[in-house]
C-alpha cells in the first residue's frame, strides 16, 4: 500500500446514483491510475493521469469520471451511467515515464469495494 | 452483465517446496514485466521486475525468467511459505500502459 491511501474501504450505493471514490499518494509521484476488478479477473484501466490537470481514457472509461487539480489527488466518479459498477476499484500511482522511462514502476493503493444495492 | 467468476488457475505446492508460475505475455513490443502479489482483499503489492533486455532477475527467495522468443514469463518462489497464498498477477509494459494478466493463484499447504 505504501503511500496510497484510498477511501472508503466498502461503499454501497443505490442504483442512479453517483458516488465518488478518493485515491491521495504521498510520494511525490506525477502519474496515477485507477483500475477496475471484478472476481476472478485481472485489472482494467478506467482512467489515467500523466501530470496535473491532464487526464486520459483508458480501456473501459464509459460512465466514470475524473479529475486531477492536485498532484496528490485523483478521485473516480462513478455516475448512473455505469451499468455494472459492483466491482473492487483500484487506484495506482508512479514516477511517470519522462522521470522512469520504461521502468516506471505501478504501486497500489488498498482499494475500494463497491456494492451497488 | 459482466461475466462473473472467471476461475483462476490454481497451483497448489506443499510449505517448503519451490513454486513456479507462469505467464504469456502477448505484446511482442512489451519491454518491462512486473510480478504482483495480491493477498484477499487487498491490493496489489509489486514483487520483482524486469527489463526486456533481461533474461533472468533474483531477489529474496523469487527470480524471474524472460523468454521472449516464446513470449513466456515465470515466476519462481523458493521455500513457499504460508504467507505466499495469494494471487499472482504478471504485468506487461509497452509504451506508458500495463497490461494485465488473469492470474494465478497459490495455495500453500502446511
Known amino acids: 500500500d505504501g503511500g496510497i491511501t484510498q477511501s472508503p474501504k466498502y461503499l454501497f450505493r443505490k442504483e442512479g446514483q453517483n458516488v465518488t471514490l478518493s485515491c491521495e499518494q504521498n510520494l511525490n509521484h506525477d502519474a496515477m491510475y485507477w483500475y477496475r476488478q471484478d472476481p476472478g479477473q485481472g485489472l482494467r484501466l478506467i482512467y489515467y493521469s500523466q501530470i496535473v490537470n491532464d487526464f486520459q481514457k483508458g480501456d473501459i472509461a464509459e460512465g466514470y469520471s475524473v479529475s486531477r487539480e492536485k498532484k496528490e489527488s485523483f478521485p473516480l466518479t462513478v455516475t448512473s451511467a455505469q451499468k455494472n459498477p459492483t466491482a473492487f476499484y483500484l487506484c495506482?500511482?508512479?514516477?511517470?515515464?519522462?522521470?522512469?522511462?520504461?521502468?516506471?514502476?505501478?504501486?497500489f493503493g488498498p482499494g475500494t469495494r463497491l456494492t451497488v444495492l | 452483465g459482466e461475466s462473473v467468476g472467471l476461475h483462476l488457475p490454481t497451483l497448489s505446492v506443499q510449505e517448503g517446496d519451490n513454486s513456479i508460475i507462469n505467464c504469456a505475455y502477448s505484446n511482442s513490443a512489451s519491454d518491462y514485466f512486473i510480478w504482483y502479489k495480491q493477498e484477499s482483499g487487498k491490493g496489489p503489492q509489486f514483487i520483482i521486475d524486469?527489463?526486456?533486455?533481461?533474461d533472468k532477475r533474483q531477489g529474496q527467495r523469487v527470480t524471474v525468467l524472460l523468454n521472449k522468443t516464446v513470449k513466456h514469463l515465470s515466476l519462481q518462489i523458493a521455500a513457499t511459505q504460508p504467507g505466499d497464498s495469494a494471487v499472482y498477477f504478471c504485468a506487461e509494459k509497452a509504451g506508458n500502459m500495463l497490461t494485465f494478466g488473469g492470474g494465478t493463484r497459490l495455495m500453500v499447504k502446511p
Open positions: 524486469i527489463r526486456s533486455n533481461m
Open positions: 495506482a500511482s508512479s514516477h511517470g515515464r519522462v522521470k522512469r522511462g520504461p521502468t516506471d514502476t505501478q504501486y
